[in-house]
């Protein structure tokens, strides 16, 4: 075992524990992800990459604990630790059992995820860049949604395709068409800055065993309430 997640399971459990059997979860396209059963009889959840971007696992934990403020929300998993590193190459988790979604699965997933995009913010952004995947995400707070929305998403967006020779030039026209455009395609009045998931495709949402929905993998920020819905139309 590696003495680092020794170390923490030590300092979750506040007694050593062994890990007694571990299985691989699909899904995970960016980092190995694995299920870990313990000598005490728990299950946890275990997220590592040899070589992950600058802060991506601490900024995963800091994104998973404010979405747990929800009180009302969809069920988010517990951050165990991480290790006392510089650039932690790994995050333990709770692991939450996937189950069956049930009669009024989505009509409970949709109530639990207003009640997350109810927790506002005074301004639009974060305090601190994070990741969506493995793409940084650029959160710098902004008074109106707008600016947010046009500068830090299609725009930052825009440039890193662009720097990475993979927008066309007919595609990058029309994008800044749509971005001079986006005041009177967008009425934002009486909008707060909603708290996001910001990467909600198929993937990063379940049912545990009781039915609830719960999120992972989040690339949270206070942004607009359609990113969300939006992100669930994608795949």
Known sequence: MDPKLQNLLAAVYASP?????????GGG?????????????????????????EGMFEKEARGLNLMRTAESGPRIPKVLG??????????LIEYIQEGAPGNGYYERFGQAL??????TEARYGLDHDNFIGSTPQINTPEEDGLTFFNEHRLGFQQRLARDR?????????KIDQLRDRLDRLLDLSGEQP?????D?????????????????????????RETDLAMTELF
């Open 17 to 25: 524990v062994q890990i007694q059997s571990s299985r691989s979860i």
């Open 29 to 53: 396209c960016i980092n190995q992800t694995l299920a870990l059963t313990l000598s005490n009889g728990e299950t946890v959840f275990l997220k590592q990459n040899d070589r992950p971007p």
């Open 82 to 91: 991480l290790p006392d590193d510089p650039n932690p190459n790994f995050l």
């Open 114 to 119: 207003a009640e997350m995009h109810r927790v």
């Open 165 to 173: 020779g993979l927008l066309p030039a007919g595609t990058d026209r």
């Open 194 to 198: 909603a708290l996001v998931h910001g």
């Open 200 to 224: 909600l495709w198929s993937g990063n949402t379940f049912a545990d065993t009781a039915g609830r929905p719960c999120l992972v993998d989040p690339a949270v920020h206070y942004g607009l």
